[in-house]
């Protein structure tokens, strides 16, 4: 079954084609910069690259594109458009209503919309993705798989803020978690890495890229994760602050700073870009940290401190720790960084072997010593395959 994966930007579709069950990808890409005067397509299959210019004024003619070029008779890999039998769509947020991933109806489409209140950046344009697929290929089934889906099993005491409890009622302020499909899928995997039923072990995830996050998962399930309402809870991130005292914001709204400034502050002028005030970019920080830059090294000794702390309180949350994960394109690629967050942690049994951390292959391994109590994994993210596994179980 050729199953197709899309995430849809605010301007830009990305899109990998799966045959399942193998598993294989024929071709990937993206089309970037969708309404401006021209769009930028980067399409891969068979080992190569396809750039063009191309015309794209809306989701919906990206999406037209894209298909043209998976049925296209030099660069394509399809025969007609109407071999893909299914298309799974990344939606950010579902809200407490989607527990896994779902085919996509009416009313599915009206809760996306609903939820667009709790992400205004992602949600909708993850919508006209949905349409333009749903426009294009009709008779294909559509599914949609949550960011959030596998955080609703977060019990309520990690959940509930200490607010007073009707923002809740009345708003469903609460802490709902992101990455939960990279979470779900790397959770899995090391698992199966380790040999023991995915029910049964206990894990820390480590989700760290542009933006980052730290699951506790609990004989499976995820039980408490750093992202809250919003993706700006947690660990410090690329532009984002992470955790702050939120007396923070009122203090510096007495100064004269408005509700719109505070959120641009800290959603994209904060974390390592605010700190070191030189990049978001983790790669241009060591280099700039190794050539003496303080600040730029102090921007990264908070980001591992941060994550540091999670880890312990997690280990706390989970009573017994079997495995810690590191992904992202930081967890994956990153050995300093993973050594810093579990330097000094053998009391509670993480020992990380230095030559296994530092080695490049292979992509997936284990990077701790042998007789580590907890043993300590790179392993990366995944989420398009994780997205074709739901989207083909269900229009199977
Ligand atoms: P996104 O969250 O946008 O998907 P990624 O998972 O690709 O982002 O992660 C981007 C981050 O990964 C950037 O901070 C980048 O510097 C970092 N990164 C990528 N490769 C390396 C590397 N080899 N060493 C250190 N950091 C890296």
Redesign the pocket.
């Known amino acids: 079954m050729k199953v197709l994966v899309i995430n849809a930007g605010s301007s830009s579709i990305k899109y990998q084609l799966f045959d399942m069950p193998a598993g294989d990808v024929p071709a990937k890409g993206m089309i970037e910069r969708i309404g401006e005067a021209q769009s930028q397509l980067t399409h891969k299959y068979d080992g190569k690259t396809h750039s063009a210019a191309v015309t794209a004024k809306d989701h919906e003619q990206g999406m037209q594109v894209i298909l043209q070029t998976l049925a296209d008779p030099t660069i394509g890999v399809v025969k007609k458009v109407s071999e893909i039998h299914a298309v799974g769509h990344r939606v950010v947020h579902g809200g407490e209503e989607f527990t896994g991933s779902v085919i996509i109806s009416d009313q599915v489409v009206g809760s996306i919309e609903r939820f667009a209140d709790l992400a205004p950046l992602h949600n909708p344009p993850n919508l006209t993705g949905i349409r333009a697929a749903m426009h294009a290929l009709p008779d294909a089934v559509q599914v949609a798989c949550f960011d959030t889906a596998f955080h609703t099993t977060i019990p309520p005491v990690a959940y509930i803020y200490g607010l007073p409890y009707d923002i809740y009622e009345k708003y469903r302020v609460r802490r709902y978690g992101f990455h939960g499909t990279s979470h779900r899928f790397v959770a899995r995997r090391c698992a199966k890495l380790m040999n023991i039923d995915k029910t049964k072990a206990n894990i820390i995830t480590c989700h760290l890229?542009?933006?980052c996050s730290i699951t506790a998962v609990k004989e499976g399930k995820s039980v408490d994760t750093s992202m809250g309402l919003t993706p700006l809870e947690g660990v410090v991130m690329?532009t984002r602050c992470g955790d702050i005292d939120p007396a923070i914001l009122f203090y510096l709204a007495d100064k004269g700073y408005d509700i719109k400034k505070l959120n641009a502050m800290c959603n994209k002028q904060s974390g390592l870009l605010g700190i070191s005030g030189a990049s978001?970019?983790?790669?241009n920080l060591?280099e700039l940290s190794a050539q003496g830059n303080e600040r730029a090294k102090l921007a990264i000794d908070i980001f591992n401190y941060r994550i540091k702390k999670y880890v312990g309180t997690y280990t706390a949350v989970l009573g017994r720790l079997d495995a810690v994960v590191f992904t992202?394109?930081?967890g994956e690629?990153?050995a300093f960084i993973r050594k810093e967050v579990c330097s000094g942690q053998t009391q509670i049994g993480i020992d990380i072997n230095d030559k296994r951390n530092e080695a490049k292959e292979p992509k997936e391994r284990l990077i701790s010593e042998d007789n580590s109590r907890v043993s300590v994994f790179v392993i990366p993210t995944d989420e398009e395959r994780a997205i074709a596994g739901d989207t083909y179980e269900l229009a199977k």
Not at 280 to 283: E, F, G
Request: proline residues 0%; neutral net charge.
């Open positions: 890229g542009n933006g690329g978001n970019d983790m790669r060591l992202g394109g930081i690629n990153n």
